[in-house]
């Protein structure tokens, strides 16, 4: 039999029972529709978390000192060895691969101006940091390293922090704040940054000369740690290893001890981060794919019923010469039209939901091709899988049976 | 009966000859129907030979069965068997749509052609339920005759029909025999029967009676004489 007659004869027998019919594909477009909304969902979390964490600087490694273990107890990081300043000028001067860097110390301020008061995060840093981090400036300017000499009380801050202390859009530049009693002239607003994939507010931040919190605020000798970006994302590795020579060489370490010290890059980051969303992914798909597979056994279901019920007509089909392929192919068709109507109606649904999804709950998503062609397959091979064994069913029937057969 | 073995027919030798006109008889379980089955190559022999134009049916295959019932018979049934929701036209079209040679240019004139050789060209894309019992059985034979079959059989043809309808199907018959077409019916009827010009009569699996029939009644002229029913003609 031809393929358009096939088509044909199988579109007429399921424009025949068309509640029945839009009910099997019901299965099928409700399953391919949550696969793409799934993925979709999946897709856009993994994205944005992909594009905070470049946010933060792709190229950023962070050195901190290890915990020390002392009889086998081991101790909180930083507790007995601390990078000093001479660590980072060898770092700074010593390694190529390195491109920007900066010391850091932290500590916890309570900000007081204008009658207003704030807690927050002061860094102390490099004017380095700025560009380690990207951070673009909104208003006045970024410290200088002649300000981190002589330990200027000067500061930059973060939109949240001026929020609070100064009012939304206001310019906080040449206003003065006191930090635990210290006060600061402010020279600089920080561009918005938004939250980073913790949900930590990026903007709530204080960063003032390196010096200027080392020596007036914290009163300490050393650094707690030390920041830097490599030339450039491939650098990232040869930059880890040029660091940990140096250091390994200053804290008279040999090459098979382990350091006191550890990086971290933001790729280390970045990668699980991005391996939690896929697995998310993962889980809502095959969560999604079984609803998939349901809708399939539901053709099976009313496959089988159809060729019980159409024993007859079988019959008579073999009887004028229709051969088991000839039925086979007939059913399967069958089979396979539901799923591929009902997958792509899904793919419009799925794609609709989506959109639904981001609007109402403002998620983020992302709708690939892979993800509709992926789904779309996953319809069609159901489809024969499941259309299968009626087909064959009805394929093997006797005709003389088929044809008595009330 | 399930499993036990039941020998249908035994030590039948038959003849059947090109324009043949025959009617089998005899009663339910004389083995009928199992001739029939055989001779439309739905079902082969245990034993002995079945030669159709030349061919051992006995040695073929499911696909090749299909393939001979596809080109040299035609079936007319009982109770018509037409696909229901599908319109008379493509009723006959059907054993064409299997014969990937037929374009479907050549499948429509041939459908139609056969479907005007039983007088019914204008009911062409009627459904089989807006079509009365004999119009439906002149379908079928339209069906059987589409592919140039060697043999029609038809299986108890007049059983659902009354008697004016099944003088109407044994016309149609015997015009397509005088055409060349070699035609095989089942009857219970005597009456039937007598239209063709051959007589078998079957009991317990063998060949009772076969005989030629001397004088065969005329359909067509004893129509002219019957009666009209209101019933057939109003529809």
């Not at chain 1, 098979?256 to 939690?276: K, L, V």
């Not at chain 1, 396979?336 to 899904?346: A, D, F, P, Q, V």
């Not at chain 2, 025959?22 to 379980?29: D, L, N, Q, Y």
Request: charged residues 20%.
């Amino acid at each position: 039999m031809k393929l358009r007659n096939q088509l044909k004869a199988a579109i007429r027998s399921l424009g025949k029972n068309k509640m029945r019919t839009f009910l099997t594909m019901l299965g099928i477009i409700i399953g391919v529709a949550s696969v793409i909304a799934m993925l979709a969902i999946g897709q856009g979390s993994k994205e944005s978390i992909q594009k905070q964490i470049a946010n933060l600087g792709t190229n950023l490694l962070t050195v901190f000192p290890s915990a020390s273990m002392t009889g086998g107890v081991r101790m909180e990081a930083g507790s007995s060895v601390k990078l000093t300043m001479d660590d980072y000028k060898a770092v700074a001067s010593r390694c190529p691969a390195v491109l920007y860097s900066t010391p850091t110390v932290r500590t916890s301020g309570q900000l007081i101006a204008s009658g207003q008061n704030w807690r927050t995060t002061v860094w102390g840093v490099y004017p380095d940091y700025f560009n380690i981090r990207n951070l673009d400036i909104d208003k006045g300017a970024v410290f200088t390293l002649n300000d981190d000499r002589t330990a200027s009380k000067v500061c930059v801050i973060g939109q949240t922090v001026n929020k609070y202390l100064f009012g939304e859009g206001q310019d906080p530049t040449g206003r003065i704040i006191r930090i635990n009693k210290i006060p600061f002239q402010v020279i600089g607003l920080i561009a918005a940054k938004g939250q980073n994939a913790w949900g930590q507010d990026q903007d709530d931040i204080v960063i003032a000369p390196f010096n200027t919190v080392q020596v007036r605020m914290m009163t300490v000798t050393y650094i707690q740690s030390i920041m830097l970006s490599a030339t450039s994302e491939t650098m990232i590795p040869e930059a880890t290893d040029e660091v940990t020579q140096v250091l390994k060489e200053r804290h008279r370490l040999g090459p098979s001890e382990d350091p006191d010290f550890s990086i971290r890059s933001q790729a280390d980051i970045s990668s699980a981060a991005t391996a939690t969303s896929s697995i998310l992914t993962a889980l809502l798909a095959s969560i999604a794919s079984i609803s998939l597979l349901v809708g399939g056994i539901g053709i099976m279901n009313i496959m089988l019923v159809s060729v019980t019920e159409r024993t007859r007509e079988i019959g008579i089909r073999m009887g004028v010469g229709a051969r088991g392929r000839d039925v086979l192919l007939q059913f399967l068709i069958e089979a396979l039209m539901i799923s591929l109507i009902g997958g792509l109606l899904g793919v419009g649904l799925g794609i609709i939901a989506s959109g639904v999804i981001a609007s109402i709950m403002s998620w983020p998503v992302t709708i690939t091709v892979q993800s509709i062609v992926l789904s779309f397959l996953f319809s069609t091979a159901i489809g024969i899988f499941f259309g299968w064994y009626p087909a064959r069913k009805a394929a093997s029937l006797n005709p003389i049976d088929a044809l008595r057969y009330e | 009966m399930g499993d036990l073995e039941v020998h249908a027919l035994r030590g039948i030798n038959m003849d059947v000859h090109k324009s043949d006109f025959i009617a089998i008889m005899g009663k339910s379980g004389s083995g009928k129907s199992t001739f029939m089955n055989i001779a439309g190559c739905l079902d082969v022999p245990t034993k002995g030979e079945y030669m159709l134009d030349n061919v051992d049916v006995g040695k073929l295959n499911k696909d090749q069965l299909a393939h001979l019932r596809n080109k040299k018979i035609g079936f007319v049934f009982q109770s018509f068997n037409l696909l229901s929701r599908t319109s008379a036209l493509e009723n006959v079209e059907l054993p064409l749509m299997y014969n990937s040679k037929v374009s479907s240019k050549e499948m429509k004139e041939r459908s139609i052609n056969a479907l005007e050789s039983v007088g019914l060209a204008d009911r062409s894309h009627h459904l089989p339920s807006q079509l009365s019992g004999g119009e439906q059985q002149r379908v079928a034979i339209a069906r059987a005759l589409v592919n140039n079959p060697v043999v029609i059989l038809a299986d108890e043809p007049t059983g659902n029909l009354d008697t004016r309808t099944s003088v109407e199907v044994m016309s149609i018959f015997q015009k397509l025999n005088t055409q060349g077409i070699t035609v095989i019916i089942v009857t219970h009827e005597p009456d039937i029967a007598a239209y063709t010009n051959r007589n078998v009569t079957f009991r317990d699996g063998r060949i009772q009676k076969d005989f030629i029939v001397e004088k065969p009644r005329n359909a067509a002229t004893e129509l002219l004489t019957m009666p009209v029913l209101t019933e057939e003609e109003t529809i």
